[in-house]
Nanobody, 128 residues
Framework: QVQLVESGGGLVQLGDTLRLSCVAS????????MGWFRQAPGKDREFLAA???????YYSDSVKGRFTISRDNARNTVYLQMNSLKFEDTGVYYC??????????????????????WGRGTQVTVSS
């Protein structure tokens, strides 16, 4: 199983920018999917963004236009660039991996149960 480790979270102020990183333990498959979720206190895990092996990207409406997902295959790393952070962005951010994905599978993007591996999360707190 692919192991994932997130980093880059922290305490920021409203409107700040933050970039999260997720490093995979090994080279991932040629048709994989890397995703980002977050979980606020007392809430369900929420899909944010995903990127395929061909760099096709997918975003939830809540972050579209503010967050950007990208990947560096040479470093086995996926990033989440977060701009214009809001109070409601506060939560634990998780990186996730799915071993096989093509665009016809896009209906599975938002379902945590459809991912094969998860990181342990990194906390992002947005304060005034």
């Amino acid at each position: 199983q692919v192991q994932l480790v997130e980093s880059g979270g922290g305490l920021v102020q409203l409107g700040d920018t933050l970039r999260l990183s997720c490093v995979a333990s090994e080279r991932t498959t040629s048709r994989d999917l890397m995703g980002w979720f977050r979980q606020a206190p007392g809430k369900d895990r929420e899909f944010l963004a995903a990127i395929s092996s061909t760099d096709r990207t997918y975003y939830s409406d809540s972050v579209k236009g503010r967050f950007t997902i990208s990947r560096d295959n040479a470093r086995n790393t996926v990033y989440l660039q977060m701009n214009s952070l809001k109070f409601e962005d506060t939560g634990v951010y998780y990186c996730a991996y799915r071993g096989y994905f093509t665009d016809p599978y896009r209906d599975v993007l938002g379902s945590p149960d459809e991912y094969d591996s998860w990181g342990r999360g990194t906390q992002v707190t947005v304060s005034s």
